[in-house]
Nanobody, 119 residues
Framework: QVQLVESGGGLVQAGGSLRLSCLAS????????MGWFRQAPGKERDFVAR????????YYADSVKGRFTISRDNAKNTVYLQMNSLKPEDTAVYYC????????????WGQGTQVTVSS
């Protein structure tokens, strides 16, 4: 069982930045593809970014390309989401997810952290 704990959410003005962190309890963290998703009120959960366990390739939703950066520190069992140039439409609960040796299937989810961007 892998536990994921997100942190770093909060309230920020449009144009500002936040960095989300997700700490994983996995013993073999480097074997997990890590993803970030978000869910705005009344909407479905959407993919934001992922970083592949093997090779570290990264993928982004079109809506965040050029503004968000996903990275990982395997020594700290942590994945990050650096969010720049934030927009009000980025407001959502952000979830971390982990998938063992997969490209995009996730076995574990965090509880989420709220990000609110004011205009």
């Amino acid at each position: 069982q892998v536990q994921l704990v997100e942190s770093g959410g909060g309230l920020v003005q449009a144009g500002g930045s936040l960095r989300l962190s997700c700490l994983a309890s996995a013993r073999t963290f480097s074997s997990y593809t890590m993803g970030w998703f978000r869910q705005a009120p009344g909407k479905e959960r959407d993919f934001v970014a992922r970083i592949i366990w093997s090779g570290g390739s990264t993928y982004y939703a079109d809506s965040v390309k050029g503004r968000f950066t996903i990275s990982r520190d395997n020594a700290k069992n942590t994945v990050y989401l650096q969010m720049n140039s934030l927009k009000p439409e980025d407001t959502a609960v952000y979830y971390c997810a982990a998938g063992y040796r997969t490209m995009r299937d996730y076995n574990y989810w965090g509880q989420g952290t709220q990000v609110t961007v004011s205009s």
